[in-house]
């Protein structure tokens, strides 16, 4: 199985940026994609971004799209959200997840998923 850890959360203010990281280890020989997910306090998990293994194919929200970019070096087992223009509404909890296969929007078809960390976006 794939294990994940995410790091990079904190406060910004409105139309600052941001930069979240995911490390990955374990059974990292499988081809695997990976999203970035974020929830809100009593909503359901939001897709935000996802890429496939060789980093190739990129899907983003429709609110994230052309504000948030995610990337991937299987090198150094590592996914970035850098996140900029941020918005209020933007404030949750950013989960970094994985599953063996291509790349979908839906969390349930992701199996793992990291401990979170909580970006705050306000003046």
């Known amino acids: 199985q794939v294990h994940l850890v995410e790091s990079g959360g904190g406060e910004v203010q409105p139309g600052g940026s941001m930069t979240l990281s995911c490390a990955f280890s374990?059974?990292?020989?499988?081809?695997?994609?990976m999203a970035w997910f974020r929830q809100v306090l009593g909503k359901e998990r939001e897709f935000v971004a996802t890429v496939s293994y060789g980093g190739g194919r990129k899907v983003y929200s429709d609110i994230v799209k052309g504000r948030f970019t995610i990337s991937r070096d299987n090198r150094k087992q590592t996914v970035e959200l850098q996140m900029q223009n941020l918005r209020p509404e933007d404030s949750a909890v950013y989960y970094c997840?994985?599953?063996?296969?291509?790349?979908?929007?839906?969390?349930?078809?992701?199996?793992?998923w990291g401990q979170g960390t909580r970006v705050t976006v306000s003046s």
């Open positions: 997840s994985a599953r063996y296969g291509s790349t979908t929007t839906l969390p349930s078809q992701y199996p793992r």
């Open positions: 374990g059974r990292t020989s499988d081809e695997f994609s």
